[in-house]
């Protein structure tokens, strides 16, 4: 452990490796350039306005509201086919999505906390957005600048009703992070007991109240919206629950009972630490907790230089994080490989930060792994089902398309036995599915899904071997169990498993009962028939063509005699645009004419 002791002692150069980076804030970093934070750069401003003391609501609103109907027009220019140079692709579309997504993240890192955090919500989101945007949002980096020694010395003293000298032997000035929601300084207790202190941003609630009240109006006018409220999406909803989470992370008082419940947990596992919180030293803004210093747990070589087996790490933290799911119904929701560490003595998982926690209700607990069963036995109307149940798909939507969109799935993709499924994958294709369709999934849904990938994602990494689905079937075993199976083994497991598909196969046996099979499908919409014929496609087609060259037609003299109009009384400007408007779609009306008349010649 020599070795160890001078990789990773406090008193080196690169002391900061050993900290708790990820305690009490979002950052997953290490090293210290990252840590403390970079001062804006001169005359940087517009990019952080959100943090003066004075930033008003109305210049809020704008900000805000400009963001949106910027992203809204650019959406609807990238859905437009002759807007493309050259002619349309689906390439060239994914890579305007691309751009899009990007802009996007460094959109929200401006606006500040408030849009830091629903990117962070969003970026599990799949079944809401295009998949460039979730990929971008779930790089956003939570570092903002830090906020003065002399406003965390204000809100202690007005919180604890003492100041620092007081109440702590010693107190670091320079935080060790700073996120979007506060900061997290070092610092000594009297009684000699080392702890970080998480000292909340000033001014976030004021904050939040203003986003958030612009926000409602926002979420209205998506639900209204022909394309982003299609498919009865329930923005407010949405909203709503985001709201709920929100206002939960700027709680200490409940991230620090949060956090005992977790430790309360966990308390029979000597393999796990969990900070102890120091109440007497907290309140609704303030939060001292143990200072529990680690390896972060995706810090390769800084485990293997301190000696731990990655492979049992691997196992532990996929044991942990199931236990919490699927036993305690009480887990961390934000389950980045940051807010993990371990301990370079012991080897145990030490966990950090328990402002956003998720809890599942036994019942849940249980369709939750029937739905997966379902999954593993290829039973989509099982699954549909499932879902419905979860509260992921609404009962009034119409079940059909779902399930045969997801029976698709389960014949196309999840070929590989139940042990050799990738949780990620199956999370992906579940998304795919769910993207423009009528799902409703709840944030606890989103958040589980995402923890399972991120278990697997950590576990791969610090073993190229490690199989959730091996690590996950003692805790099925427990739940089959526990729903009346009388030996909890792996026969068991497997044989349900078995079970489900042969029901699946037998419908492969003999000629009759594949046209009856076919029947069915007919009956259920599973297969279309269609007659067509060649000249009533080409009549279709062309009989399309003319009613929108109409269209644009009408568009250009609409638009030309308006800018003709503004021309002759004297706005000037306002006639410009009108008229550029109207040569546009011109341009538009002629490449669509030439369209038209080579599918004639062609004819």
């Keep these: 452990m020599t070795a160890t002791s001078e990789a990773y002692s406090p008193s080196s150069d690169n002391r900061l490796s050993l900290l708790?980076?990820?305690?009490?804030?979002?950052?997953?970093?290490?090293?210290?350039?990252?840590?403390?934070?970079?001062?804006?750069?001169?005359?940087?401003?517009?990019?952080?306005?959100?943090?003066?003391?004075?930033?008003?609501?109305?210049?809020?609103?704008?900000?805000?509201?400009?963001?949106?109907?910027?992203?809204?027009?650019g959406s609807w220019i990238d859905g437009q086919k002759w807007s493309y140079i050259g002619g349309y692709t689906e390439p060239k579309q994914a890579a305007r999505r691309r751009r899009q997504a990007i802009w996007i993240r460094d959109t929200f890192l401006e606006l500040g906390p408030t849009f830091i955090k629903l990117g962070q919500l969003f970026s599990t989101r799949a079944d809401l957005f295009p998949v460039e945007y979730v990929e971008e949002l779930s790089k956003l980096q939570d570092r903002v600048p830090a906020f003065s020694y002399a406003q965390v010395e204000e809100i202690i003293e007005r919180d604890l009703g003492k100041n620092i000298p007081e109440l702590f032997a010693s107190f670091e000035q320079i935080p060790l992070a700073a996120a979007s929601l506060g900061q997290v300084h070092l610092a000594k207790l009297h009684t000699g007991e080392e702890v970080v202190v998480k000292v909340q941003r000033p001014g976030l609630h004021k904050l939040f109240t203003i986003d958030l009240e612009i926000l409602r109006g926002?979420?209205?006018?998506?639900?209204?919206?022909?394309?982003?409220?299609?498919?009865?999406?329930?923005?407010?909803?949405?909203y709503d629950e985001c709201c709920r989470i929100l206002w939960e992370e700027t709680d200490y008082i409940s991230e620090g009972q949060n956090a005992d419940t977790f430790r309360r947990n966990f308390r029979s596992q000597d393999w796990v630490m969990v900070p102890r919180v120091y109440w007497?030293?907290?309140?609704?803004?303030?939060?001292?907790?143990?200072?529990?210093?680690?390896?972060?747990?995706?810090h390769y070589e800084?485990?293997?230089?301190?000696?731990?087996?990655?492979?049992?790490i691997a196992r532990q933290s996929a044991t942990a994080y199931l236990q919490q799911l699927l036993t305690d119904g009480f887990f961390h929701a934000d389950p980045h490989p940051g807010n993990v560490a371990i301990d370079p003595k012991t080897g145990a998982l030490i966990f950090y930060d328990f402002g956003m926690m998720g809890r599942i209700a036994p019942g849940t607990k249980d369709k939750l792994m029937d739905t997966l069963l379902a999954i593993a036995g290829r039973n989509a109307d099982r699954v549909v089902r499932g879902l419905v149940e979860l509260g992921a798909i609404s009962t009034e939507a119409d079940t059909d398309p779902i399930r045969r969109s997801i029976q698709y799935l389960l014949d196309n993709f999840l070929d590989k036995p139940f042990e050799a499924q990738s949780i990620s994958?199956?999370?992906?294709?579940?998304?795919?599915?769910?993207?423009?369709?009528?799902?409703?999934?709840?944030?606890?849904?989103?958040?589980?899904?995402?923890?399972f990938s991120t278990i697997e994602g950590v576990g791969k990494g610090l073993d190229p071997?490690?199989?959730?689905?091996?690590?996950?079937?003692?805790?099925?075993?427990?739940?089959?169990?526990?729903?009346?199976?009388?030996?909890?083994?792996?026969?068991?497991?497997?044989?349900?498993?078995?079970?489900?598909?042969?029901?699946?196969g037998t419908s492969a046996l003999g000629l009759p009962r594949r046209l009856e099979d076919t029947i069915d499908k007919l009956e259920r919409g599973d297969i279309r028939v269609r007659v067509r014929t060649s000249e009533t496609d080409r009549y279709?087609?062309?009989?399309?063509?003319?009613?929108?060259n109409t269209n644009y037609?009408?568009?250009?003299?609409?638009?030309?005699?308006?800018?003709?109009?503004?021309?002759?009384?004297?706005?000037?400007?306002?006639?410009?645009?009108?008229?550029?408007?109207?040569?546009?779609?011109?341009?538009?009306?002629?490449?669509?004419?030439?369209?038209?008349?080579?599918?004639?010649?062609?004819?």
Excluded at 304 to 312: I, K, N, Y
Excluded at 484 to 490: E, L, Q
Aim: proline share 5%.
């Design 302 to 312: 800084g485990l293997e230089a301190a000696g731990l087996d990655r492979q049992t």
């Design 218 to 238: 926002i979420a209205k006018y998506f639900q209204n919206h022909p394309k982003w409220g299609q498919g009865g999406r329930d923005w407010v909803g949405i």
């Design 20 to 73: 708790p980076q990820d305690l009490v804030s979002e950052l997953s970093v290490i090293s210290i350039p990252q840590l403390v934070p970079e001062p804006l750069p001169s005359g940087d401003n517009r990019a952080y306005r959100w943090n003066r003391n004075n930033y008003s609501k109305r210049r809020r609103k704008i900000d805000i509201w400009s963001f949106f109907i910027t992203f809204l027009n």
């Design 465 to 504: 071997d490690f199989n959730f689905m091996v690590a996950a079937q003692p805790f099925a075993f427990e739940m089959m169990n526990s729903n009346g199976n009388s030996t909890p083994d792996a026969n068991t497991f497997l044989a349900e498993i078995g079970r489900q598909a042969a029901q699946v």
């Design 553 to 603: 037609a009408i568009l250009v003299a609409t638009f030309t005699l308006s800018a003709t109009m503004l021309f002759v009384n004297q706005y000037a400007i306002a006639a410009g645009v009108v008229g550029t408007i109207a040569f546009i779609a011109l341009v538009v009306w002629f490449r669509q004419m030439r369209k038209l008349d080579r599918q004639d010649r062609m004819s």
């Design 280 to 298: 007497r030293y907290s309140s609704t803004r303030t939060l001292t907790l143990e200072y529990l210093p680690g390896i972060k747990i995706s």
């Design 540 to 548: 279709l087609r062309r009989l399309g063509a003319m009613q929108q």
């Design 425 to 451: 994958q199956i999370t992906d294709d579940l998304y795919d599915i769910a993207y423009g369709q009528p799902f409703r999934f709840p944030a606890t849904f989103t958040f589980v899904m995402r923890a």
